[in-house]
């Protein structure tokens, strides 16, 4: 009975330990309890190519087809019963959009109209001038995102380790958000909301400059390809010293060029007539 209970008691305060253990959101240990997100950047590294510049009345526009595309949303759903057919992606994602996500969609463009494009409010912010919960505005973000209505991205600051976190490095700060209207949403509009088309020799002119850039970066070298799409500053250090050792090992696979081929001779064309032994 003894040994029953001390295996008990070990039992018990390993379950303590296993408790009192910091873990991420995943379940997996998270030794420097740091609260960032794995997709954050560093603030005022990547600001200035990310907002948006939106022209005179753009912003209400954007808000006015948010609006439209709400009043909609069921007449959609209608149509589809109506034909006894699924929603198609487009006409599922029209119809995610929500009363809640329209009233932070509002706030959003009101602080890209006022402040230039550069937008990047706290939730504490969007809670009060929407007057929604903050499960409310998560749920909108997200909805808004998923329509293609935002763009989001997270972003962290430096920090200096406090007592609890002394592995802790960085911590979370506001996101920055950018608007738009993607194209495959407008034409549940009506006419008056919808984009002028673009004519034909311009979406021509368009595909042919998309299919050219796109043959161009086929001929990237490695460290190219390595300096253009890799962020991370440790990787692309590891990444560029791989790539300049299959540069260098690709260059030696290619011979010298037959110099006598290019030997020019009046008696034959070709090898014939330019070496007695051709």
């Not at 600001?47 to 006015?64: C, I, N, Q, S």
């Not at 042919?208 to 692309?236: C, H, K, N, S, Y």
Request: aromatic fraction near 6%; charge should be positive.
């Amino acid at each position: 009975m003894g040994a029953v209970t001390l295996a008990r008691a070990s039992f018990m305060s390993l379950d303590r330990i296993e408790r009192t253990r910091p873990r991420s959101r995943s379940g997996a240990p998270n030794p420097t309890r740091a609260h960032v997100h794995p997709n954050s950047r560093r603030a005022g590294t990547f600001e200035d190519d990310f907002f948006y510049t939106y022209a005179k009345g753009e912003t209400d526009r954007l808000y006015k087809k948010a609006v439209e595309l709400l009043k909609r949303k069921n007449a959609i759903r209608r149509l589809a019963r109506s034909e006894g057919r699924q929603l198609s992606e487009d006409e599922r994602l029209a119809t995610l959009i929500t009363p809640a996500a329209v009233r932070v969609f509002e706030q959003l463009t009101h602080l890209a109209r006022t402040c230039a494009g550069k937008v990047f409010p706290t939730w504490e912010w969007i809670e009060t001038h929407t007057g929604l919960s903050r499960a409310s505005v998560g749920r909108g973000l997200s909805i808004l995102a998923k329509m293609g209505l935002l763009d989001k991205q997270r972003r962290c600051v430096p920090i200096d380790p406090p007592a609890d976190r002394p592995k802790a490095r960085n911590a979370q700060t506001s996101n920055v958000y950018r608007m738009s209207f993607p194209n495959r949403l407008a034409r549940f509009l009506p006419r008056r909301l919808r984009p002028v088309p673009l004519p034909d020799d311009v979406v021509q002119r368009e595909t042919d400059r998309i299919e050219e850039i796109e043959a161009m970066r086929l001929w990237r070298t490695p460290r190219q390809v390595v300096a253009e799409e890799i962020e991370d500053a440790g990787l692309r250090r590891v990444l560029d010293s791989l790539a300049i050792a299959i540069e260098k090992q690709e260059s030696q696979k290619n011979g010298q060029p037959l110099l006598d081929s290019y030997v020019l001779s009046t008696d034959g064309v070709g090898l014939d007539g330019q070496r007695f032994n051709a």
